[in-house]
């Protein structure tokens, strides 16, 4: 079911991607879609940023994860 959703979102989010930026033809080639990359891509130097974590409100897969997670110990303890 994942292949089947997320193969035809990918493509269009890569063809939308090359149009707007250039430059990612040259991402594509060193950072695997669905592999974890280890090393950091070119000479980027990113650190953690809590004001872009607050304006992107990041913390609501923090609180999805928390509700997922309580639901499902809910069921557990009710329904063994």
Not at 3 to 10: C, G, R, S, T, W
Not at 40 to 66: M, P
């Amino acid at each position: 079911m994942f292949i089947a959703i997320y193969v035809p979102v990918i493509a269009g989010e890569e063809r939308y991607l090359r149009q707007a930026f250039p430059e990612y033809d040259d991402y594509a080639r060193h950072v695997p879609r669905f592999a974890m990359r280890l090393t950091r891509y070119g000479n980027q130097h990113g650190t953690f940023s809590s004001d872009r974590y607050w304006k992107h409100r990041e913390y609501n897969a923090v609180l999805g994860c928390i509700a997922l997670l309580g639901i499902l110990i809910v069921k557990l303890m009710l329904w063994p």
